[in-house]
C-alpha cells in the first residue's frame, strides 16, 4: 500500500482545510411518529433545511434503517421514501448523500439529485460497485462487521483499528479497479457496526490512523449506544455533549467529516476548537 504522509485535503468538492459536518436526515418510521409517508417525507425535507442553515456542509439522506437490529426494507419502499427527500433538499443547493447499500437506489438518488454515496457495506452489495462507478459521484466507504440484525452478538478483531483499516483499504483498492479514483473515496470506520465497547474505543483513540488510506476520514458517533454505555443516558436525544465528545477527540485526529444529528451544536463546538487550535 502506498502512504501518502498527508490526511485528504478535498472531497466532492469540499475543501478538508476545516471540518465539514453531514446532517442526518433519517427517513425512517422509527425517527418520526407514525404521521405517514406524505407527513415523514415533509418533516425530512423540513430537519434538512434546518440543518442546512445550521451550517451542515451535506445532508445524509437515508431510507432504511441499518442501526443494531434494524429489519430491511424493500427496495421500493426505500425510494419511494428517499427521492422526495432528495428533490425537496436539492433545490435548495445543498449537497446531498445517499446513505444506502442498494444499487438501484444509488442509481435513482444520483438521478434525483444527490452528490455523494454513502453505503454502509462499502459496496459489497449486488452490483452496488458498478453502480456507484456508473454514477461519477464520491463514495463513502464504512466498515461493518455482520449485518445490522445480528452484528453486536459476538464482534470479534484481532486489534480492530488496524482489521477495519485493512478491510477499507482493500475496498478502496477493489473501488479503484472499478475506476473509482481515491480522491472520491471517503472512508469511516463504523462506529456501531459490528463493535463492542471497547472496540469503538479503541477505534476513537486511534482514528489518526485512518489518514494512511489517503481519503477523507469520516466519523459518525453521533447518539450511538456506546455514549449510553459510558454515561448511562438511555435517551439517545439527550446525547449530545458525548456526541460532541467524541466529535472534537476525533478533530485533535485530523478526522475531516462529522455525521451528526446535532449540527449546530457541533459546529459551535468545532468552531471553537478550530479557533485555539489557530491561535
Ligand atoms: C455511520 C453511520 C452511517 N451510522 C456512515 N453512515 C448509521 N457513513 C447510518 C448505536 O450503537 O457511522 N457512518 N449510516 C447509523 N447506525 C447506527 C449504528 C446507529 C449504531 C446507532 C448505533 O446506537
Known sequence: MTEPAQPASS?????????RIMGIVNVTPDSFSDGGEALRVEDAVTRGR??????ADILDIGGESTRPGADPVS????LSRIVPVIEGLGSDGALISIDTRRAAVMREAVAAGAGIINDVTALTGEGAMDAAAHTGVPVMLMHMQGEPQTMQANPTYDDAPTDIRNYLAARIEACEQAGIKRERIAVDPGIGFGKTLDHNLQILARM????MLGCAVVLGASRKSFIARISGEADAQARAPGSVAAALAARAQGVQIFRVHDVAET???LD???????T
Do not use: C, N, T, Y
Request: hydrophobic share 45%; charged share 30%.
Open 11 to 19: 472531497f466532492a468538492g469540499l475543501s478538508l482545510d476545516k471540518p
Open 50 to 55: 434546518a440543518m442546512h442553515d445550521a451550517g
Open 75 to 78: 427496495v421500493d419502499e426505500e
Open 208 to 211: 489518526d490512523e485512518f489518514h
Open 267 to 269: 459546529r459551535q463546538a
Open 272 to 278: 471553537v476548537w478550530e479557533a485555539i487550535q489557530a
